[in-house]
Structure formats: C-alpha cells, structure tokens
C-alpha cells in the first residue's frame, strides 16, 4: 500500500474522504457506557434509598426494620418494612428481569436494537417517575414498577452486545464490552453518593427526589440515543464516508462465510458439564455481587454504625473498585491470549481464580475484623476489586465455548447469573429475620457466600473451557480461520489509524 497522505486514504483504490478528527464510534463507545450507566442508575437508586424510605425506630439497637441515623430534615413519608418485605422489593426487579434474558437475545436478532432499546428507555423513564408516587398507596404497586422496569431492562445487554458487533472492528470489541461492563458500576457508584446526599440532607424533598432525578437523566439519554444512534454505521449520517469505508473493508472480510446453526442443539447443550461449570460460577459469583449491590448499605448503617451519607460514599467506593479492574483485565487477558504467553483456557481459570480467591479472603477477613469499621470498609472494597476481575474469566468464556451460538448460550447462562438478583436479598432476609443489627447473622451469611464462591473455584477450575464445543461450532468453519483472518484485518486497520 502506497504512503498516503495524513487526511487521506483510499480503501478502494478509487475514492478518497477526509479523515475525521475523532471517529464517530468512539461517541457511540460513550453512549455504550452511558447506556449501562443510565440503566444501572435507575435500576439501584432503590438499594440506598430504601435506607431513607424505611421507618427508623427510636431504640438505636432495636430491631426490625433497618436502623439508621437520620438528619432531623427528614419529614417525606417513610414505611415499616420488615427486612423479608424489603428483600422482596430490592429483588422483585430481577424476577422479570431473570425471565426475560433467554428470549432478550432473539428479541434483539429480531427487531432493530436501537427502537427496542429507545421503547425502554420511554417505559423506564415513567416507571421511575411514578414510583415515590406508587409506593405511596401500596407496596405492591412499587414491587409491580420494579418488575415492569425488570423486564424491559432485560433486553439492554443483548441490544448492546449486538450493536457492538456491528459498530466496531476486532481490536475495539472487547474495550467497547469492557465499558459496557464498567458503566453498571459507574451508575452505582454515582447513584448511591447522590441518593445518599440527597435523602440525608432532605433536598427537594429527600429520597423520592432522587427517583425524579434519576427519571430525568435516563429521558435525557433516550432522547440522545433516539437522535444520534444508529445499529450500524453505515446507517448512521453522522459518520463520515472514510469511516463507514473503514468499516466495511473489515466487515466484508470478517462477517463473510460465516454460516449460521440451523437449528439449537437444547439438549447437548443442557447436558454440557463444560457449560454448567461456567453458569454455575456465574451465578454465584453473581450472588457475591448481588449481596454487596443491595445489603451492604443495610450492613453499613445498621451494624457498622455510618450515616446514610457515608453509607452512600462507601458505596460508590465499592463500584468504582470493581469496574477499575473490569476495564483493565478484559484487555489484559486478550493480550496474553494474542501474545501466546497462556493459553486461551489456562488464561480464563487464571483470572476466575484470582477473582473467586479475592472474593473469598476478602469476605472471610470481614469476618474476623470484629468492630474495626475502616478494615472491614476495605475488605469490602477489596471483594469488589476482585469481582472486577471476572471480565478475563467467567464473562469471555461462553462466547468462546460457542461461537456459532452466542446469543442463546449467554441468554442461558445469564438467566442464573440474573436470578441472584432476586436469591441475595432473600437469602439475607432470611438469615437476618428481623435482627438486621446482629453482627454474628451477619457474619453468618458473609460465611455462606465465601463457602459459595470456594465452590465455584473447584468447579471452574476443574470443568471450565475455553475450547470451542461440538455443540456450538460454526457449521463448516474452523474457529482458528475467521481468529486468523481478524487478526490480520486489526492490523490493516491499525496500519490506516496511524497513518
């Protein structure tokens, strides 16, 4: 290829564009990461809420609904939750949600992603307005919004992971994934310091101003989302001639023979021990996550003694701790892998193990910390840091096992991973009853979730694969052909970025 000027580039040896400044798919890599910011936001502004929502006993050590310490501001209406009736709005969210993730896939190969994704967004949006106003007449109303948001949310991560796929070229894919990952921490991390702030101090109104707010930015986003996003670039008149050339040089080399399944193989793949090692290991992983993501605020006011404020601060901490080794190991792990240091395999139960083994001390250091609040906060802040790392394990390792069925094998393994969203608030509840100040039951359940995770450290590392299975191959297509192909269409692609 001759040297070309720095503005110029000729992909067919007959036209020539400028070169953009900055490529219109790195906007759409933000709107990724807005997406999963905006979804994770909304979706948990209720876990640290529901703090500030919840009736405060005037005995400190009282039990049966959560304690806290309150500023005297507080005069928005608040509700005598028991801790099972909590556990049942806090999870109510994912019984839709689980439900929906094997068919969210086939939903997003059908319709156009971007429209199921704007219809969400619409519906989200009024879910999360109407819900102080809900939760007022009823809590039944407030567990029937959660499970509406549950089950058009569902289809965010299908939409995404399919819009990715069209947008971006191999060497892009798996930081674009990395951020989708990341973005639900974010939106945590942003969303428990804000609630927190808001409800503590009572500003418009204290904690139904934070559903109002957070309604606000998700209508934001939709209205940005509708107007400058497309499911592929060459649809999008935003995007300049150079690069939708760009792309389609790689699409047309990397997208081509590549034959579908005709039909799904359910029974091989029910029956793959393989597969069950990592969808199992998703989902207690997953359960780890879950306790942290919707109990530990309860932990953190009522046993550890922080205000709401700094209950919310500590929160963001554990977020942003967890999506800082999401956005670092998805891209390490693929470079050992394209470097040949470890094998693909031997890389994933590398990674799986750092994160179980993490998780596990963590967790179990907590346990023994007895009253030191700062020790047991970086404990906690650890256990996140090493459930980051999980993004070089259990999340590339399904596409791997099957390339020719990545949508309906990570439907499937997600539905368990999902369902822990509604199995940790329950699972506390029940340990805790209504004695959510007991030290020992906490401790209690810290225990069963470590005593978890080792589990899924024995089966992952014993079961666990990377090698692509009989079952989900690409009919009449050799993995090592298309992986060859990719890599050698990155580099041409990276050839033309750096001239």
């Given amino acids: 290829m001759p040297k070309l000027e720095e503005d110029e580039v000729f992909l067919d040896h007959q036209i020539c564009s400028k070169k953009p400044l900055i490529p219109y798919r790195y906007f759409?890599?933000?709107?990724?990461?807005?997406?999963?910011?905006?979804?994770?936001?909304?979706?948990?502004?209720?876990?640290?809420?529901?703090?500030?929502?919840?009736?405060?006993?005037?005995?400190?050590?009282?039990?049966?609904?959560?304690?806290?310490?309150?500023?005297?501001?507080?005069?928005?209406?608040?509700?005598?939750?028991n801790q099972h009736e909590q556990g049942i709005i806090l999870g109510s969210y994912y019984y839709t949600y689980t439900a929906i993730q094997i068919y969210a896939g086939n939903l997003s190969d059908k319709f156009n992603v971007v429209h199921l994704m704007a219809l969400t967004q619409l519906i989200v949006t009024l879910c999360t307005f109407i819900t102080p106003l809900a939760v007022s007449f009823s809590i039944y109303y407030m567990i029937t919004i959660r499970m509406i948001m549950g089950l058009v949310q569902g289809v965010t991560f299908p939409c995404l992971y399919n819009m990715i796929e069209n947008w971006f070229p191999p060497t892009e894919l798996g930081f674009a994934q990395g951020l989708a990952a990341a973005g639900c921490d974010l939106g945590s991390a942003l969303t428990s310091i804000f609630t927190a702030w808001i409800s503590e101090r009572g500003i418009w109104g204290g904690w139904p101003a934070a559903f109002y707010t957070m309604g606000m930015f998700n209508l934001v986003f939709g209205l940005v989302w509708m107007a400058m996003v497309t499911r592929d670039p060459f649809s999008n008149r935003f995007v300049s001639d150079y690069e939708?050339?760009?792309?389609?040089?790689?699409?047309?080399?990397?997208?081509?023979?590549?034959?579908?399944?005709?039909?799904?193989?359910?029974?091989?793949?029910?029956?793959?021990?393989?597969?069950?090692?990592?969808?199992?290991?998703?989902?207690?992983?997953?359960?780890?996550?879950?306790?942290?993501?919707?109990?530990?605020?309860v932990y953190l006011d009522s046993v550890l003694g922080y205000k709401l404020e700094n209950n919310g601060l500590i929160n963001g901490l554990l977020y942003i701790g967890s999506g800082s080794t999401q956005l670092t190991c998805g891209p390490i792990s693929k470079y050992l892998i394209a470097r040949g240091l470890i094998g693909r395999t031997a890389t994933r139960k590398l990674f799986e193990t750092?994160?179980?083994?993490?998780?596990?001390?963590?967790?179990?250091?907590?346990?023994y910390l007895g009253d030191n609040a700062h020790l047991i906060v970086t404990c906690l802040i650890m256990s996140m840091v090493f459930h980051g790392v999980n993004l070089g394990g259990d999340v590339p390792i399904v596409a791997e096992m099957a390339p020719g069925l990545i949508g309906t094998t990570f439907g499937f393994?997600?539905?368990?991973?999902?369902?822990?969203g509604f199995i940790a608030?329950?699972?506390?509840?029940?340990?805790?009853?209504?004695?959510?100040?007991?030290?020992?039951?906490?401790?209690?359940?810290?225990?069963?979730?470590?005593?978890?995770?080792?589990v899924a450290l024995i089966l992952f590392g014993i079961f666990a694969t990377a090698e692509p299975q009989s079952w989900g191959k690409?009919?009449?297509?050799?993995?090592?052909?298309?992986?060859?192909?990719?890599?050698?269409?990155?580099?041409?692609i990276q050839e033309i970025n750096n001239n």
């Fill in 425 to 454: 608030p329950a699972l506390i509840a029940v340990i805790l009853g209504d004695d959510a100040g007991s030290q020992a039951k906490w401790i209690l359940a810290f225990q069963i979730v470590a005593g978890l995770q080792f």
């Fill in 28 to 81: 759409i890599m933000f709107m990724v990461l807005a997406a999963t910011t905006v979804l994770s936001a909304v979706r948990n502004t209720i876990n640290v809420a529901i703090i500030a929502m919840v009736d405060d006993p005037t005995d400190e050590h009282s039990t049966g609904t959560i304690n806290t310490t309150r500023n005297q501001q507080f005069t928005t209406q608040q509700f005598d939750w």
């Fill in 474 to 492: 690409v009919e009449n297509l050799h993995l090592d052909e298309p992986v060859s192909r990719l890599s050698q269409e990155s580099e041409k």
């Fill in 413 to 420: 393994a997600n539905t368990i991973a999902s369902a822990s």
């Fill in 244 to 297: 939708k050339r760009q792309l389609y040089h790689i699409v047309q080399n990397t997208k081509t023979e590549q034959p579908k399944i005709k039909s799904t193989p359910w029974i091989k793949m029910i029956t793959s021990l393989p597969l069950w090692s990592v969808i199992i290991t998703k989902g207690i992983i997953g359960l780890a996550y879950s306790v942290i993501n919707s109990k530990i605020p």
């Fill in 354 to 367: 750092i994160s179980l083994s993490g998780i596990i001390v963590s967790l179990i250091a907590v346990c």
